[in-house]
């Protein structure tokens, strides 16, 4: 019999939708998410030396605690929050699976686009802001008008990163109650089917390779564009 005949594989490819289809959405939403706070806080610190090294001085050690260790912290945090939030409000939230998962991937993906937007911005020709100040553009304009989009493909580099680092880690959010590609890891080393295992582990690469791709497709892109400008 081969390898692939194994009933479990088809058993494994009958948890895909449902294991895949999570795993994505959890990314989506932490990725959007620290899109969402890090790329305010990296416009704000570009040109505020201290600010710039407190951030990414916490992304940097956020980065430094291991990934199952920072999605389980977030579980006692939102316990003792959502236990406040029903005193007070009247309501509460569970702090298992989808909320704390989402927290703490955004903050593993944070590093990466401080770090590329920052840089991106702080590698704009001076000489290009000064012009189009000469034209009276307002330093909002400047911004969004000339340094922004020079800065993109920078920019997209490190969101690039953070994809990657967000599906990857989101593998290890089962534990917490997060339905992922890390389903099948976790079962699978627990009942030694090392059918799920594998399968888990391919299906995850897989999804972070193709998500790697489209966003160099999108980089090139941009740095295609910026050169001819």
Do not use: K
């Not at 890090?38 to 570009?46: Q, W």
């Not at 201290?50 to 579980?75: D, E, K």
């Not at 989402?102 to 993906?109: E, G, N």
């Not at 090392?194 to 995850?204: D, E, K, N, S, T």
Request: charged fraction near 10%; include cysteine; proline fraction near 6%.
């Amino acid at each position: 019999m081969s390898l692939f005949s194994d009933p479990r594989w088809t058993e494994a490819l009958a948890h895909l939708p449902d294991y895949l289809g999570n795993h994505v959405r959890v990314s989506l939403a932490a990725l959007a998410l620290g899109l969402i706070v890090s790329l305010p806080l990296a416009i704000v610190a570009r040109n505020r030396p201290l600010l710039r090294g407190a951030l990414l001085g916490f992304a940097s050690i956020v980065q430094t605690v291991p990934g199952l260790a920072l999605l389980a912290l977030f579980y006692p945090l939102l316990l003792v929050l959502a236990a406040l939030t029903l005193s007070w409000f009247g309501f509460d939230f569970s702090a298992f699976g989808f909320l704390p998962a989402v927290l703490a991937l955004a903050l593993y993906s944070m590093l990466p686009v401080l770090r590329n937007t920052i840089t991106g911005l702080s590698g704009v020709d001076p000489a290009l802001t000064e012009a189009a100040q000469g034209v009276g553009m307002t330093p909002r304009q400047s911004l969004f008008m000339v340094e922004l989009p020079l800065a993109l493909p920078v920019m997209m580099a490190g969101i690039r990163t953070a994809a990657v680092w967000v599906i990857g880690t989101a593998t290890l959010s089962t534990p917490i109650g997060q339905t992922s590609l890390g389903n099948y890891i976790f079962a699978g080393l627990q009942t030694q089917n090392w059918v799920f295992v594998v399968f888990g582990c391919l299906a995850a690469a897989a999804l972070a390779l193709a998500v790697d791709q489209l966003l160099a497709l999108i980089e090139n892109g941009l740095r295609h564009r910026s050169r001819l400008r």
